[in-house]
């Protein structure tokens, strides 16, 4: 973490505390506290930062005489440039849960006296560990639903290209729900997060300076300003980010998990799938033995095999020893075919990209990882944008389009098309680029001719039917005999309006 951070806690403590006692403690030594809490509890104060206190009194009633004091209090702290955010509760209100205010309980997890009666301070420590072993499970369950809350805000990927530092999947939010989890009870291994933290901490310093505000959004002014490279700046930033990610999803995949009697009967229904190679615990896949992948190399696709089978993702434990593993491994026609054809082929993918092995399994597409490309329509990296136009087919809404995936003889092919159809990306003319990427690949997988033949198509035409919805008058039927004259076939016509559907779809959520 910057210097910078904890050195302005430190001089706002002794501000407050020192106003404090001119406004408040002076005619009321007796009943009153003055807490930090939150970020400010924890010695954590970006330079735009709120600055969370708390007014921790005995009883209610202490409440009406010590007003304008406090209303004093507060103005000099304002006067003085800082975003206070304050409340005032009893003792006894700190030591109930408030389902309509949980909020402020977890900031109760990071709290620091500041001033005023020690004493009463004293007794909030003393009755807090009870409080929070009584609640324990209560709270790590409105933990993980607000922070599952937060994600689905941000579609529940990091790969933004502006991302939100602090509220984003994988950011400093995150790194504070592992940490408050931790505080109650929590033990699972989070992996190094010392790097991601640092990292983080100082893009959210910079980009407050920059500000001169409470600014958390990396967008691409502030990446130019930060950075002579931005896109290195963005693929530390991702890095980091999936670190971080990895480690608050197996958390709260946890707490979930023991919370609900049907997941638990789920997980005992998935740990059936068990075979002499892998083993399910926790709805996690674990490697029987892990010496294996040094014995017998095809043991990694068939891993992605299973994975696409059954749609139970890689424990972080296989996703190390994977990511560690360097020998190398060979995968053929045959075996994408088997994984992008199976129940779950986006569950697959995923797990290759979460342990870095689908660059290593299909080496072009080391040429989009972690790519931005800006412009005024995409909201993801043009490696992100790609899983997600896959993805796009497990959950269509529109019937019209499923019927047509339906209709489909082979869909591994349509989605080994897309998973090619922007590896090209990062200069030029990106379809020329992917089409003479993709030969390469042929040859190497040893794709049969039939099947280059579809493939070729669709990265060719892949912007074919969106650019004549934006250029060509729907209506006129010349636009519909241009259309057949380049598709071709009506099967063609399919699969080409399939790919149009999931591109546009991974665009952008609205």
């Known amino acids: 973490m910057t210097a910078a951070v904890p050195s302005r806690a430190t001089l706002v403590q002794e501000q407050a505390r020192a106003v404090f006692f001119e406004a408040v403690e002076g005619k009321f030594p007796q009943g009153i506290a003055l807490l930090a809490v939150g970020g400010f509890g924890r010695g954590e104060l970006y330079p735009f930062s709120d600055v969370d206190i708390l007014l921790l009194v005995e009883y209610e009633r202490l409440t009406t005489p010590i007003r304008d004091d406090v209303s004093r209090f507060l103005q000099r702290l304002w006067d003085a440039g800082l975003r206070v955010s304050h409340s005032v509760h009893t003792l006894e209100e700190c030591l109930t849960l408030d389902e309509h205010n949980v909020e402020f309980s977890i900031s109760l997890l990071d709290r620091a006296f500041l001033a005023g ?17 009584g609640q324990r499970t209560a709270l790590q369950q409105k933990l993980a639903a607000l922070a599952r809350l937060r994600h689905g805000k941000f579609q529940n990927t990091i790969y933004h290209l502006e991302p939100n530092i602090k509220e984003g999947p994988g950011g400093l939010r995150d790194l504070q729900v592992i940490d408050w989890l931790r505080a109650l009870g929590s033990d699972e291994d989070d992996g190094d997060l010392a790097a991601a933290r640092d990292f983080l901490s100082g893009i ?27 896109a290195e700046l963005m693929c530390s930033y991702y890095r980091h980010a999936r670190a971080v990610y990895r480690a608050v999803i197996l958390r709260l995949d946890s707490i979930e998990t023991a919370s609900s009697g049907l997941l638990s009967q789920f997980r005992d229904r998935m740990t059936r799938l068990s075979n002499s190679e892998f083993t399910i615990s926790k709805d996690r896949v674990f490697l029987r033995n892990p010496r294996a992948l040094d014995d017998d190399p095809r043991v990694v696709v068939r891993l992605f095999l299973f994975v696409a089978r059954h749609g139970v993702r890689l424990a972080p434990d296989t996703i190390r020893r994977l990511a560690a593993n360097t020998h190398p491994t060979h995968i053929n026609w045959v075996d994408w075919q088997e994984i992008l054809g199976g ?8 797990a290759m990209q979460a342990s870095d092995m689908l660059g290593r399994l299909l080496p072009e597409w080391r040429n989009i990882e972690f790519l931005v490309v800006r412009d005024f329509h995409h909201r993801y990296s043009v490696d992100e944008h790609t899983l997600v136009a896959i993805e796009t087919f497990d959950h269509i809404d529109d019937a019209r389009f499923s019927t047509l995936l339906a209709e489909v003889d082979d869909p591994a092919l349509l989605r080994f098309s897309l998973l090619l159809h922007d590896i090209g990306k990062g200069g030029g003319n990106h379809v020329t680029e992917s089409q003479r990427l993709a030969e390469g690949i042929f040859e190497r997988l040893s794709i049969p001719e039939p099947q280059r033949v579809h493939i ?26 241009l259309l057949a004259g380049r598709v071709e076939t009506v099967e063609k016509l399919k699969l080409l309006t399939l790919v149009t559907y999931a591109d546009i779809s991974a665009v952008h959520p609205t």
């Open 456 to 481: 070729r198509f669709l990265i060719a035409r892949h912007l074919e039917i969106s650019t004549i919805m934006s250029t060509r008058d729907l209506d006129d039927r010349e636009t519909a005999h």
């Open 117 to 133: 009666d020690r004493t009463l301070f004293a007794r909030l420590e003393e009755r807090m560990p009870q409080y929070l072993r």
């Open 204 to 230: 959210r310093t910079r980009l407050h300076m920059l500000a001169a505000r409470d600014q958390n959004l990396l967008n691409f002014d502030a990446q130019d300003q930060i950075s002579g490279q931005p």
């Open 343 to 350: 129940f779950h082929p986006s569950a697959a993918l995923r």
